[in-house]
């Protein structure tokens, strides 16, 4: 996309932005779920249920199982969370359905189409990030709610009703619930700016990538410019570790909850305008992808 004059705006009251932000969100929702270029995500999706499932059947065919309790697997399923689920699996979900919102119609040269239309491109901008929203909290929510379940299908009824009743367990899983959301609205605001602004947006999102990675080794002030610090933050059950910054010497107490929470949210909204600020600038260059 390269710059060009704003589009026209069309001067419409909020009752017809509400309904063309809904007819768009219902286009976009089947165009994200029911779609071939998306195994890979739901592959991503799926890796950390199978392999939490697999390890419980694996325990379960032991005969001798009485030095496995559930602190072990509350451990495994909080460094899972923070070293698997959260990165790779949930950034790059979020890269696939994010960046492809524009760049797939540019793509698929079809954006012309809402481009032509009268619809503003704040509204335009907001349904597609609902429609991504929506896709990927529907994948990675039940993608953690599996893994969840899976972690702890080895233990007797007995156990888990106590664990997840009378102990952590409901909350635990509610703050990984929590932080699935909050990662796939911080995250994928962030790729729907990248989507728009950058012709190959896959190239930015691997910088972005191994920014959030190295951020560990980073002073405490620092850290605070990555969404993952604040997801970090967020996690029920604390790794000692804490990532391999704690080998340098660098590591960081976790952000209060609030702030933690806070923080996600104005990044989005930040980015989101953002977002809106660079489709109005854009024009459709077909030629060029």
């Known amino acids: ?134 896709t990927a909290i529907c994948f990675f929510g039940a993608s953690i709610l599996l893994t969840f379940v899976g972690m702890y299908l080895h233990f007797s009824n007995f156990q888990i009703r106590e664990f997840l009743l009378n102990g952590p367990g409901l909350g635990q899983l509610g703050a990984y619930a929590g932080i699935t959301v909050l990662a796939c609205l911080g995250w994928g605001s962030v790729f729907l700016w990248m989507g728009i602004r950058f012709r190959n947006p896959v190239v930015p999102a691997v910088v972005f990538f191994a920014w959030e990675t190295i951020n560990v080794f980073l002073p405490s002030w620092l850290r605070r410019l990555s969404v993952l610090h604040y997801l970090q933050s967020l996690t029920p059950v604390q790794t000692e570790a804490r990532g391999p910054g704690v080998l340098f010497g660098s590591t960081a107490a976790p952000e209060n909850a609030v702030v933690a929470v806070l923080a996600v949210l104005g990044i989005t909204v930040v980015m989101l305008l953002v977002s809106v600020r660079q489709l109005k600038r854009s024009e459709i260059s077909y030629s060029t992808d």
Not at 28 to 45: C, D, M, P, Q, V
Request: glycine letters at 4%; hydrophobic letters at 55%; aromatic letters at 14%.
């Open 1 to 134: 996309m390269s710059a060009a004059a704003p589009a026209v705006p069309v001067n419409t009251g909020w009752p017809f932005w509400r309904s063309q932000t809904l007819a768009i969100v219902r286009m976009e929702l089947r165009k994200n779920f029911i779609t071939k270029r998306g195994f890979w995500i739901y592959l991503l999706a799926a890796a950390p249920a199978v392999i939490v499932t697999l390890h419980s059947i694996v325990t379960m065919q032991r005969p001798v199982r009485s030095n496995h309790d559930i602190a072990m697997d509350t451990k495994m399923m909080a460094i899972l969370f923070q070293f698997f689920f959260l990165r790779p699996a949930l950034f790059f979900g979020c890269v696939g359905i994010f960046t492809y919102l524009f760049r797939g119609e540019v793509v698929e040269r079809s954006l012309h189409y809402y481009f032509l239309a009268p619809v503003r491109r704040e509204v335009l901008a907001a349904a597609k990030f609902i429609a991504g929203a929506v």
